[in-house]
């Protein structure tokens, strides 16, 4: 099984539908992280979490809002999509590096999501 | 303004060959580079990473050399196998940032037979 898995891989909805994207981790992981991708660009992030009372915002927050529901689940919403929300987005889970060492992210398979 | 960026979208390299892959960054703060593969359909996977006080880290097929006074990285796979045709990001952090990862559009490496 996946040690990180995302639900669903694939949506189609329409504009200003409220839209959930669910991540789920078995790794024991702390923290947390969304990221969308766009064409020709590289990961960008949304939001993160370093454990379950603790949410930041990353680069591009706005009209995006997660929930951190327990250590193993992180879900992200867009509360009323728009077109330049269709993206491929990803959850990504990592724990706190060694001391001299960074820490590395593991990744689920992506939702591909399109608003029309 | 993009931090970290990989200039080539694409490479076509031989079998057995080596494949070389640059990464360019104008933030002299990052504390650690790392570079990710991605097959379709799936996520990201963790290739390897250099510190910022290295100039060279090697796995096995894969190095990455980090030139630091020219804000510059590559990673090299010789080798090169069918395998290891996919998408290649480079990515970079640093202490200040709380080590949040900043990623390149990355290369999409072809291994031709």
């Known amino acids: 099984d996946a040690d990180v898995t995302q639900t669903p891989r694939n949506r189609i909805t329409k504009t200003g539908k409220r839209i959930m994207l669910e991540c789920s981790q078995t790794k024991g992981h702390d923290r947390m992280y969304w990221y969308r991708q766009d064409p020709g660009l590289g990961l960008r992030l949304i939001y993160y979490?370093?454990?379950?009372?603790?949410?930041n915002k990353g680069e591009i927050s706005d009209g995006y809002s997660v929930s951190r529901q327990a250590q193993a689940k992180f879900s992200l919403s867009l509360e009323s999509a728009i077109p330049n929300q269709t993206a491929l987005y990803f959850c990504?889970?990592?724990?706190?590096?060694?001391?001299?060492?960074?820490?590395?992210?593991?990744f689920g398979p992506g939702t591909r999501l399109t608003v029309l | 303004d993009q931090q970290v960026k990989q200039n080539s979208p694409s490479l076509s390299v031989q079998e057995g060959r080596i494949s070389i892959l640059n990464c360019d960054y104008t933030?002299?703060?990052?504390?650690?580079f790392l570079w990710y593969k991605k097959y379709p359909a799936e996520g990201p996977t963790f290739l390897i990473s250099i510190s910022s006080i290295k100039d060279k880290n090697e796995d096995g097929r894969f190095t990455v050399f980090l030139n630091k006074s020219a804000k510059h990285l590559s990673l090299h796979i010789v080798p090169s196998q069918p395998g290891d045709s996919a998408v290649y990001f480079c990515a970079a952090n640093s202490m200040d940032s709380n080590y949040q990862l900043i990623w390149g559009a990355g290369t999409k490496l072809i291994i031709k037979p």
């Open positions: 990504a889970t990592s724990e706190v590096g060694a001391i001299g060492s960074t820490d590395t992210q593991y």
């Open positions: 933030n002299s703060m990052f504390d650690y």
């Open positions: 979490s370093f454990d379950v009372k603790d949410i």
